[in-house]
Structures are given as C-alpha cells and as structure tokens.
C-alpha cells in the first residue's frame, strides 16, 4: 500500500476494481482544511480519463509493474503490433494502450508496461520527444518568423499539427510527445 505522498506520474493503482494511471497530480494545501491531491487517472482496460481528488494520507494501492522495450512494427486497424528487441516476442495492443498513436512512427522503440502479477501489458510510454516529416501543408512565405501565427501541417504518420508558417513539406520536425505540439525544426 501507498499514500497519496508516493503519488507521481506514471504510477498506476488500483482503484474502483480497475487499473488506473496517473497522467496529472497536483499537491494542494489551502490556508484553511486538510491538504489533498488531485489526480487525472487514465484506465489502462479502455482508455476513460477521470479526475479524482485524494485526501492527504490517503491509502491508495500501487500495482507492481515492469518496463520493456519493444519496437513498433505495425498498425491493423485499431491494434497496434510491437516486438521484444530482447527475445523478439511480438505483442498486439489495442489503440486506447497508446497515449499518442498518432505520432508512432514504425520502427520507433517505445516502453512497455507490465502488470507483474499476471504479465499483462498496461500501457506505453512514448519517447519524450519524437522527429517526424512533414507530409503535407501550405506553402510558407519568406519573412514569415516574426509572428507567433501557425498552421496546420500533416507528417508522416498522418498526425496533424500546428506548425510556425516558415515550416515547408520536406522539413523534419520535433514534436513533444506528452502534449503532441511542435518543438523546433531539425537540420540534418
């Protein structure tokens, strides 16, 4: 058992008979009352994000995991195929698994997460950031930096995103993962 001071992102816990994982805490103390925290859980069986607020000292209970590396193979549809880069077992995933589907691009080295007591996976754990290139947008004008205006651009994986307007077909990009926004363009 856990309390709510063990609480970080990433943990998962067990709560109202399913796994949940933590995606967003907040550590409140007001000036008058008890302090407490509040969560965003993510269900790690179908994908339903929920708040939820714990008292502090609350007893919460953590579910043992364990992290692989496995290597994106493929897409069918909703579920997705990855591979053990140790023992190349390979493994099928459902979509509602992935927090950022969209920018998984095939070859891409993830982390999976294992519940211990029966092996079955939880979730994946995308790289901080991932360089995509971009597929599809608008033509950029010359002199457009100044501003702070953006638009649409489609990469590779067919995910779209904001883009500054001085980004052309063809650039590569780096796109933060946790939020799915443009970072900064790469130069090779």
Not at 68 to 83: I, K, N, P, V
Not at 125 to 142: C, F, H, N, R
Request: with cysteine; proline share 4%; aromatic share 8%.
């Amino acid at each position: 058992m856990a309390s709510t001071s063990d609480i970080r992102k990433g943990l998962c816990i067990r709560y109202n008979n399913d796994i949940y994982k933590i995606i967003e805490f907040l550590h409140v103390k007001p000036g008058k009352g008890p302090a407490f925290v509040r969560t965003k859980l993510k269900s790690v069986s179908n994908g339903k994000v929920l708040d939820n607020t714990f008292s502090a000292g609350h007893k919460i209970e953590d579910v043992r995991v364990e992290t692989q590396s496995f290597q994106y193979l493929y897409a069918d549809g909703e579920t997705y195929h990855f591979m053990n880069t140790q023992d190349y077992n390979q493994i099928t995933l459902q979509e509602s698994a992935l927090d950022a589907p969209g920018l998984l691009k095939e070859g891409e080295v993830v982390t999976i997460l294992f519940n211990t007591e029966d092996n079955m996976p939880l979730s994946v754990d995308m790289p901080a950031s991932v360089v995509l290139e971009i597929s599809y947008t608008e033509p950029g004008v010359k002199g457009n930096t100044a501003t702070n205006a953006t638009k649409p651009a489609k990469v590779e994986t067919g995910a779209e995103v904001n883009v500054p307007l001085f980004i052309n077909e063809g650039d590569k990009i780096k796109i933060d993962t946790s939020t799915g926004n443009y970072m900064e363009r790469v130069k090779e």
